[in-house]
Protein backbone atom coordinates (compact mmCIF):
# COMPACT_ATOMS: atom_id res chain seq x y z
CA UNK A 1 0.00 0.00 0.00
CA UNK A 2 1.39 3.56 -0.97
CA UNK A 3 1.45 5.60 1.80
CA UNK A 4 3.20 9.44 2.54
CA UNK A 5 3.35 10.06 5.94
CA UNK A 6 4.10 13.49 7.12
CA UNK A 7 5.35 14.89 10.47
CA UNK A 8 3.30 16.45 12.87
CA UNK A 9 2.27 19.55 13.51
CA UNK A 10 4.36 22.39 14.48
CA UNK A 11 3.88 25.91 16.34
CA UNK A 12 6.85 28.17 15.75
CA UNK A 13 8.35 31.86 16.69
CA UNK A 14 9.12 34.21 13.06
CA UNK A 15 12.33 33.96 12.61
CA UNK A 16 12.79 30.49 13.80
CA UNK A 17 14.13 27.37 10.86
CA UNK A 18 12.10 24.40 10.20
CA UNK A 19 12.35 21.37 8.27
CA UNK A 20 9.17 19.23 8.11
CA UNK A 21 9.34 15.81 6.55
CA UNK A 22 7.14 13.33 4.47
CA UNK A 23 8.39 9.37 4.56
CA UNK A 24 7.11 7.31 1.64
CA UNK A 25 6.80 3.58 1.51
CA UNK A 26 4.90 1.11 -0.37
CA UNK A 27 7.00 2.12 -3.69
CA UNK A 28 9.75 2.79 -4.97
CA UNK A 29 11.03 5.60 -3.81
CA UNK A 30 13.08 6.65 -6.70
CA UNK A 31 10.74 6.38 -9.46
CA UNK A 32 8.93 9.32 -9.20
CA UNK A 33 8.79 13.25 -8.20
CA UNK A 34 7.46 14.34 -5.15
CA UNK A 35 5.89 17.44 -4.89
CA UNK A 36 5.03 20.44 -2.03
CA UNK A 37 2.02 21.74 -2.09
CA UNK A 38 0.57 24.65 0.43
CA UNK A 39 -3.03 25.38 1.43
CA UNK A 40 -3.70 28.85 3.25
CA UNK A 41 -6.45 28.54 5.75
CA UNK A 42 -9.47 28.49 4.24
CA UNK A 43 -8.07 28.44 0.67
CA UNK A 44 -7.00 26.54 -2.46
CA UNK A 45 -3.80 25.13 -2.81
CA UNK A 46 -0.37 26.10 -4.44
CA UNK A 47 2.20 24.04 -5.71
CA UNK A 48 5.49 25.04 -4.23
CA UNK A 49 8.02 22.91 -5.86
CA UNK A 50 8.84 18.98 -7.07
CA UNK A 51 11.85 16.91 -6.39
CA UNK A 52 13.06 14.18 -8.29
CA UNK A 53 14.81 11.71 -5.51
CA UNK A 54 17.09 9.68 -8.24
CA UNK A 55 19.17 12.83 -8.53
CA UNK A 56 17.71 15.92 -6.11
CA UNK A 57 16.73 17.38 -9.54
CA UNK A 58 14.37 20.10 -8.15
CA UNK A 59 11.80 22.43 -10.02
CA UNK A 60 10.46 25.56 -7.54
CA UNK A 61 7.72 27.41 -8.21
CA UNK A 62 8.71 31.34 -9.01
CA UNK A 63 6.54 32.34 -5.69
CA UNK A 64 8.61 30.19 -3.35
CA UNK A 65 12.19 29.90 -5.15
CA UNK A 66 14.66 31.63 -2.54
CA UNK A 67 12.06 30.63 0.52
CA UNK A 68 11.72 27.45 1.12
CA UNK A 69 14.63 24.45 -0.14
CA UNK A 70 13.02 21.14 -0.77
CA UNK A 71 15.75 18.24 -0.32
CA UNK A 72 15.56 14.02 -0.11
CA UNK A 73 17.69 11.46 1.91
CA UNK A 74 17.44 8.29 -0.46
CA UNK A 75 18.32 5.74 1.97
CA UNK A 76 15.01 6.43 4.73
CA UNK A 77 13.00 7.62 1.28
CA UNK A 78 11.87 10.67 2.92
CA UNK A 79 11.25 14.28 1.19
CA UNK A 80 12.12 17.47 3.21
CA UNK A 81 10.53 20.63 3.06
CA UNK A 82 12.97 23.29 5.10
CA UNK A 83 12.33 27.57 6.28
CA UNK A 84 15.26 28.74 7.35
CA UNK A 85 13.38 32.08 8.60
CA UNK A 86 9.58 31.35 9.05
CA UNK A 87 6.94 34.47 8.99
CA UNK A 88 3.53 34.50 10.27
CA UNK A 89 2.49 34.36 6.63
CA UNK A 90 3.69 31.10 6.26
CA UNK A 91 1.10 29.86 8.72
CA UNK A 92 -0.18 26.90 6.34
CA UNK A 93 -1.30 23.52 5.68
CA UNK A 94 1.58 22.07 3.73
CA UNK A 95 1.15 18.72 1.92
CA UNK A 96 3.47 15.87 -0.07
CA UNK A 97 2.37 14.23 -2.67
CA UNK A 98 3.68 11.98 -5.18
CA UNK A 99 3.31 12.39 -8.82
CA UNK A 100 2.20 9.41 -10.93
CA UNK A 101 0.89 8.38 -14.40
CA UNK A 102 -2.78 7.78 -14.82
CA UNK A 103 -3.02 6.02 -18.32
CA UNK A 104 -6.20 5.65 -20.06
CA UNK A 105 -5.12 3.30 -23.41
CA UNK A 106 -1.78 4.36 -25.05
CA UNK A 107 -1.71 7.75 -23.30
CA UNK A 108 -0.09 8.61 -19.93
CA UNK A 109 -0.39 11.83 -17.80
CA UNK A 110 1.11 13.24 -14.67
CA UNK A 111 -0.79 12.90 -11.80
CA UNK A 112 -0.56 13.82 -8.49
CA UNK A 113 -2.03 10.61 -6.89
CA UNK A 114 -1.51 10.28 -3.29
CA UNK A 115 -0.64 12.43 -0.70
CA UNK A 116 0.31 12.79 3.10
CA UNK A 117 -2.31 13.71 5.11
CA UNK A 118 -0.81 17.54 5.87
CA UNK A 119 1.18 19.45 8.20
CA UNK A 120 -0.06 22.57 10.31
CA UNK A 121 2.81 25.20 10.80
CA UNK A 122 1.59 27.87 12.73
CA UNK A 123 3.87 30.59 13.06
CA UNK A 124 3.10 33.55 15.66
CA UNK A 125 4.98 35.66 18.25
CA UNK B 1 0.82 32.00 -14.94
CA UNK B 2 -2.40 29.92 -16.25
CA UNK B 3 -5.68 30.77 -14.13
CA UNK B 4 -8.00 28.30 -13.62
CA UNK B 5 -11.85 29.62 -12.45
CA UNK B 6 -14.09 27.53 -11.16
CA UNK B 7 -18.15 28.16 -10.48
CA UNK B 8 -19.79 28.51 -8.36
CA UNK B 9 -17.65 28.84 -5.43
CA UNK B 10 -20.60 27.09 -3.45
CA UNK B 11 -23.50 25.61 -3.70
CA UNK B 12 -26.36 23.84 -1.77
CA UNK B 13 -27.65 20.33 -3.22
CA UNK B 14 -30.13 17.22 -1.98
CA UNK B 15 -28.82 13.80 -1.73
CA UNK B 16 -29.79 12.17 -4.86
CA UNK B 17 -29.18 15.80 -7.17
CA UNK B 18 -27.37 16.25 -10.08
CA UNK B 19 -24.68 18.58 -9.81
CA UNK B 20 -21.95 20.22 -11.98
CA UNK B 21 -19.40 22.27 -11.91
CA UNK B 22 -17.32 24.15 -14.43
CA UNK B 23 -13.51 25.00 -14.52
CA UNK B 24 -12.37 27.77 -16.84
CA UNK B 25 -8.74 27.81 -17.84
CA UNK B 26 -7.54 30.93 -18.76
CA UNK B 27 -5.30 29.72 -22.21
CA UNK B 28 -5.77 26.08 -24.28
CA UNK B 29 -4.52 23.47 -21.70
CA UNK B 30 -5.86 20.49 -24.08
CA UNK B 31 -7.10 17.82 -21.79
CA UNK B 32 -4.12 18.45 -18.93
CA UNK B 33 -6.93 18.90 -16.28
CA UNK B 34 -7.09 16.93 -12.69
CA UNK B 35 -10.37 17.35 -10.05
CA UNK B 36 -9.93 16.60 -6.52
CA UNK B 37 -11.95 16.32 -3.68
CA UNK B 38 -10.84 17.42 -0.37
CA UNK B 39 -12.68 16.77 2.95
CA UNK B 40 -12.35 19.16 6.01
CA UNK B 41 -8.85 18.09 7.64
CA UNK B 42 -7.75 15.99 5.37
CA UNK B 43 -5.80 15.67 2.20
CA UNK B 44 -7.03 15.91 -1.27
CA UNK B 45 -7.66 12.92 -3.05
CA UNK B 46 -7.58 12.34 -6.85
CA UNK B 47 -10.84 12.05 -8.75
CA UNK B 48 -10.49 12.58 -12.59
CA UNK B 49 -7.12 13.25 -14.22
CA UNK B 50 -7.15 13.84 -17.97
CA UNK B 51 -10.35 15.88 -18.30
CA UNK B 52 -12.54 12.39 -18.35
CA UNK B 53 -10.61 9.78 -16.66
CA UNK B 54 -11.71 8.43 -13.38
CA UNK B 55 -9.00 7.40 -11.02
CA UNK B 56 -8.81 3.96 -9.84
CA UNK B 57 -11.20 3.28 -7.25
CA UNK B 58 -13.33 6.55 -8.12
CA UNK B 59 -17.53 5.98 -8.30
CA UNK B 60 -18.94 5.94 -11.48
CA UNK B 61 -21.05 8.90 -10.17
CA UNK B 62 -18.65 11.17 -10.80
CA UNK B 63 -17.50 12.03 -14.66
CA UNK B 64 -15.32 14.58 -16.27
CA UNK B 65 -16.27 16.68 -19.28
CA UNK B 66 -14.38 18.92 -21.58
CA UNK B 67 -11.23 19.91 -23.49
CA UNK B 68 -8.82 23.72 -24.09
CA UNK B 69 -10.35 26.10 -22.26
CA UNK B 70 -13.83 24.82 -20.73
CA UNK B 71 -14.11 21.37 -18.42
CA UNK B 72 -16.85 19.66 -15.99
CA UNK B 73 -16.80 17.71 -13.19
CA UNK B 74 -20.40 15.80 -12.76
CA UNK B 75 -22.14 13.79 -10.07
CA UNK B 76 -24.71 11.86 -11.53
CA UNK B 77 -26.59 11.40 -7.89
CA UNK B 78 -24.99 13.26 -4.78
CA UNK B 79 -24.43 10.73 -2.14
CA UNK B 80 -23.79 11.67 1.63
CA UNK B 81 -19.86 11.40 1.35
CA UNK B 82 -19.89 13.32 -1.41
CA UNK B 83 -20.54 16.92 0.63
CA UNK B 84 -16.54 18.08 0.00
CA UNK B 85 -14.51 20.81 -1.74
CA UNK B 86 -13.79 20.30 -5.08
CA UNK B 87 -10.77 21.77 -6.81
CA UNK B 88 -9.94 21.69 -10.59
CA UNK B 89 -5.73 21.62 -11.55
CA UNK B 90 -4.03 21.83 -14.73
CA UNK B 91 -1.31 20.03 -15.70
CA UNK B 92 -0.18 21.47 -18.79
CA UNK B 93 2.59 23.17 -16.66
CA UNK B 94 5.11 21.65 -14.76
CA UNK B 95 3.86 22.96 -11.18
CA UNK B 96 0.05 23.36 -12.38
CA UNK B 97 -2.21 25.88 -10.69
CA UNK B 98 -5.78 24.85 -8.94
CA UNK B 99 -8.61 26.16 -9.11
CA UNK B 100 -10.27 27.87 -6.05
CA UNK B 101 -12.72 25.31 -4.99
CA UNK B 102 -16.64 24.26 -5.13
CA UNK B 103 -17.52 24.30 -1.78
CA UNK B 104 -20.42 21.54 -2.14
CA UNK B 105 -23.00 21.85 0.80
CA UNK B 106 -26.21 20.08 2.15
CA UNK B 107 -29.38 21.72 1.64
Known amino acids: EVQLVQSGAEIKKPGESLTISCKVS????????IGWARQLPGKSLEWMGI????????RYSPSFHGQVTISVDKSISTAYLQWSSLKASDTAIYYC??????????????????WGQGILVFVSS | DIQMTQSPSSLSASVGDRVTITCRAS??????LSWYQQKPGKAPKLLIF???NLHIGVPSRFSGSGSATDFTLTISSLQPEDFATYFC?????????FGQGTKVEIK
Open chain 2, 50 to 52: AAS
Open chain 2, 89 to 97: QQSFTTLGT
Open chain 2, 27 to 32: QNINNY
Open chain 1, 51 to 58: IYPVDSDT
Open chain 1, 97 to 114: ARRGRGCNGASCYEVFDY
Open chain 1, 26 to 33: GYSFTNFW
